[in-house]
């Protein structure tokens, strides 16, 4: 079975230009995440969905990061306009909502430096 | 919030040493997961804890939660090369965060021959 997949897996960009990063979940799954990892502040939550719906936002950092998640099957999240601190490696997840203690599964990340 | 505390930070050792990483919190979660996670990769599930005072073996790993339902720890016996990596423990909040887990900082444990 194909696992959360991510696009792209790095992405280099100047300071003040729009970057758009991909998500296809695992086929069935109800819940989509979306985390920063830096090494400074580890693992952080930034949004999560429940079937396509935000369900909790307040781990986004401002107003210049959105996602959006149009159907089952994919999710977007956007910074626009970039800055240098936003360099991290973004992960996305997915997990089942069947019971408290479903697992969830990430993909590989996308590694984003702000020049 | 709730936190989770992961300690130590990073651990040296040598092939065959024992070692344990304990994650605890002042708060109460309705289970606790323990992730490995590989450099370019995500993290990936070792176990999960539901029950206070479980304890959960896989192999060498020894997993245990809390009899409180606050803290748990992973000891590794006899650790090998190949178990060198970035140890996550993340608590489930349930309640009206169900679904969402709040991860600790992590433990980089390094395994030499």
């Known amino acids: 079975d194909a696992g959360v997949i991510q696009s792209p897996r790095h992405e280099v960009t100047e300071m003040g230009q729009e970057v758009t990063l991909r998500c296809k979940p695992i086929s069935g799954h109800d819940y989509l995440f979306w985390y920063r990892q830096t090494m400074m502040r580890g693992l952080e939550l930034l949004i999560y969905f429940n079937n396509n719906v935000p369900i909790d936002d307040s781990g986004m950092p401002e107003d210049r990061f959105s996602a959006k998640m149009p159907n089952a099957s994919f999710s977007t999240l956007k910074i626009q306009p970039s800055e240098p601190r936003d360099s991290a490696v973004y992960f996305c997840a997915s997990s089942l909502a069947q019971g408290r203690n479903q697992p969830q599964h990430f993909g590989d990340g996308t590694r984003l430096s702000i020049l | 919030t709730q936190l989770l505390e992961q300690s130590p930070q990073f651990l040296s050792i040598q092939e065959g040493e024992n070692l344990t990483v304990y994650c605890n919190s002042s708060?109460?979660?309705?289970?606790l997961q323990w992730y490995r996670q590989e450099p370019g990769e995500g993290p990936v599930l070792l176990v999960t804890?539901?029950?206070?005072?479980e304890v959960k073996k896989l192999k060498r790993l020894t997993f245990q939660f809390g009899d409180a339902r606050k803290d748990s720890s992973l000891h590794i016996t006899a650790a090998q090369p190949g178990d060198t990596g970035l140890y996550l423990c993340?608590?489930?909040?349930?309640?009206?965060?169900?679904?969402?887990?709040?991860f600790g900082q992590g433990t980089i444990l390094t395994v030499h021959p």
């Open positions: 993340a608590g489930a909040a349930g309640g009206t965060s169900y679904g969402k887990l709040t």
């Open positions: 708060s109460v979660f309705s289970s």
């Open positions: 804890v539901v029950t206070g005072g």
